[in-house]
C-alpha cells in the first residue's frame, strides 16, 4: 500500500490534483503547487482533465528519458536549482 496515496495506492490521477487545490496534500513539495500561480492554474486543469494530465505525463516521460545523466566528476548537484554552482 503507498500510504502516499490517500485517494488510493499506486495511483496518480485527479484526486491528486483536487487534495492540492484543496490544501490537503501529502507531502509539503506537492503542496507547492497551490503556491505558484502558474502550476496552480495547470493543477486545476489536470484536477478536470485526466486525459490531458496523462497526456503530458507520457510527454514528459519521453523527454526525461532523453536526458543525459552526467556522474562522477562530470557533473554537479547544484545549490540552486535555477543557476550553475559558482566555482
Do not use: W
Not at 26 to 39: C, R
Not at 41 to 65: D, E, G, H, W
Request: include cysteine; charge should be positive; aromatic fraction near 8%.
Amino acid at each position: 500500500m503507498n500510504l502516499l496515496a490517500p485517494h488510493g495506492p499506486f495511483r496518480l490521477d485527479k484526486s491528486f490534483y483536487r487534495s492540492v487545490l484543496a490544501g490537503k496534500a501529502v507531502l509539503q513539495i506537492d503542496q507547492e503547487l497551490a503556491s505558484d500561480g502558474m502550476a496552480r492554474l495547470i493543477a486545476a486543469k489536470f484536477a478536470v482533465r485526466p486525459r490531458k494530465f496523462r497526456k503530458q505525463f507520457a510527454r514528459s516521460m519521453v523527454k526525461l528519458a532523453s536526458v543525459h545523466v552526467l556522474t562522477g566528476e562530470q557533473g554537479e548537484v547544484r545549490l540552486n536549482c535555477r543557476k550553475f554552482n559558482s566555482r
